[in-house]
């Protein structure tokens, strides 16, 4: 699938396929304070060196840094809640200024809405707004018990969504994930844009209820659709599968900040994980080596809560790098028949995929083998979905001496480690 068609706007092919330590920074997310004026059951707060307010002083010189090297596409400002963070109109003027193309915030909608329009004045167009549920007495539950709270949000979701472009995020729990299509269908009702359901880390299952929501519905809401499609064939929005890409190269051109510190990510900080270091001209070469020596799916963190939106940029990114990059020939997916590989592959190699340790004993086997001429490579993303190649592997095509060709799989990620 191309990144264009997810709904997230800095999640595109393009972007995947140039980025490295040197291209400008994309996306950035900024934590301000860990304040917060609800208290959501499933809210987990920062890391203990997270925790506090960031200067006025501090947040400047990290835009500074995150832009020195062109433009950056999208600012987001989040927390805690970052609305009750003070001097946060100058903030955004200062982004803005500084040539940020978009600056978000993640708001529990609960500001004043004359905050908001001084916000939108001061040119943040985009608002991702927490939401959980479709009626007063739950929504206020879901606050942490403020009465009133879900009726000012509600109003002011109305409103916002006038103005800029809003999501709601609805976080599912075991207590709300089987009312979710009330939930979506109060949403939409209230002006919002698109949707990002996602389920509570403590919760973390497949969001099945979801499944009921209209064809028409989802064809008018890129996230939502792209939510719901994963899990009809059953990805959950959280978790690597053994086929994603193990490395992850987001983090060349896509940062969080906290606590005076640089992450990997927000989802990584936010479930404990340890920063990258702390922001200064080093920061891109250290996020490069941090990604050089990162192994994504044996980190605990990574693999149980990477969501599906950056585990597909992150197989994407090396979707290009195989096809770019490589030195071997990309062939069109007809040079690669079905018979052929019946006949021969899983017998001269022994396997249809080999895990990486095992492959890398196969290298000469895989590359150099004098008795079988490798012709060329064809990336699965570019089969047809009738030759039954698995997602995200690589078919290779040899000739044998005679004169006879067969080819076989191996994951992208496994050959990538091979051959880039
Ligand atoms: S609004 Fe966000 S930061 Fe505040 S309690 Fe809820 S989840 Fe936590
Ligand atoms: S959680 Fe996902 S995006 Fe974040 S560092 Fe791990 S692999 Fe990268």
Partial sequence: MKLDNIGFPTMYDERARHADQTTPMIRCDMVLTDLCTFRCPYCRGLREDCRG????ETAKKVIDLWTENGGLRELRLTGGEPTVWKGLPELVRYAKAKGVQSIGISTNGYSDMSLYDELIEAGIDDFSISLDACDAEEGDRMSGGIKGS????????????????VVLGIVATADTADSLCDTIDFALSLGA???KLISASQYNQLLTSAAAVSDEIRAEHPLLNYRIGNMLKGRNIRGLRENDS?????????????????FPCTLYMRERGNPIGVPSENMRQERYE????????????CSAYCIDAFAEYNNRYLYYRLKDQTIIPVLEPDRFKTD?????GRA???AEEMTFDNAA???????????YRLLGICLSDDMPEEMNVQPKHTALLYEKENGETFWFTVKNSELGEMIL
Avoid: Q
């Avoid at 004993?361 to 008795?371: K, Q, R």
């Fill in 53 to 56: 307010s960031v200067s006025m």
């Fill in 150 to 165: 879900w009726k000012k949000v509600t109003d002011n979701i109305r409103s916002i969504s006038k103005k800029a472009n």
């Fill in 193 to 195: 844009h698109d949707i």
């Fill in 246 to 262: 193990h490395r992850c190269p987001l983090v060349l051109d896509d940062a969080s900040f906290a606590g005076g510190y640089h």
């Fill in 290 to 301: 941090w990604y050089r020596k990162h192994d994504a799916l044996k980190d605990p963190i």
């Fill in 340 to 344: 052929c590989f019946e006949k021969d």
């Fill in 348 to 350: 001269v190699i022994g």
């Fill in 361 to 371: 004993e196969y290298t000469d086997v895989f590359l150099n083998n004098p008795s």
